[in-house]
């Protein structure tokens, strides 16, 4: 879900053709799988194009990967665990780290603690799909301007509902590395 709202974000600053975006799981249990029906189907009525297949990251990904996003302290945790390096640990970030509960910005790591994490709705309802794409959504000004910032260029962001709903290319790496 975030991987889609990210990339949607890009195109709307102007920012798709520098910086990559992927995403993976940290277990392989879901591997191949296309993303949650109900994932697709919040997605596809907020505007949302999405065609995720699911893949376990490996700790090799990190030498590729300028920055790393958490959904939740357990998963940065997991990732931070397996970077080969302290430098490689620190890019690994929570998304709710860049949103407005952070009240410190992107480096407000510590506080919230568990307000920092997006719930995983695989095993409730319908409703915390939604829930999911608000917080998703809600971080996602912070996120984009400091990748603005990263890659040299201001981030055009339209605002939180300003998607036009087009996904990014596909294509080889930007010149400014990948988001995972």
Not at 112 to 117: E, K, R, V
């Amino acid at each position: 879900m975030a991987e889609a709202v990210f990339r949607a974000r890009l195109v709307d600053a102007g920012l798709d053709a520098l910086v990559t975006v992927d995403s993976a799981g940290t277990g392989g249990w879901h591997t191949g799988d296309a993303a949650d029906p109900r994932t697709v189907a919040v997605l596809t009525a907020a505007g949302y194009a999405q065609r995720h297949r699911a893949r376990q990251f490996t700790a090799d990904w990190f030498a590729d990967r300028d920055l790393v996003i958490a959904l939740d302290r357990g998963h940065q945790r997991e990732l931070r665990a397996m970077a080969p390096s302290p430098e490689e640990a620190a890019k690994v970030r929570l998304l709710r780290s860049y949103g407005p509960e952070a009240s410190g910005g992107s480096q407000a790591y510590g506080r919230g603690g568990a307000a920092l994490d997006v719930p995983d709705p695989y095993y409730g309802g319908a409703r915390g799909f939604d829930d999911c794409l608000e917080l998703i959504e809600a971080a996602m000004p912070g996120l984009l301007a400091e990748v603005g910032d990263a890659v040299g260029e201001p981030a055009g962001v339209t605002g939180t509902d300003g998607h036009d709903g087009h996904d990014g290319p596909d294509g080889p790496d930007g010149p400014d590395g990948k988001l995972g």
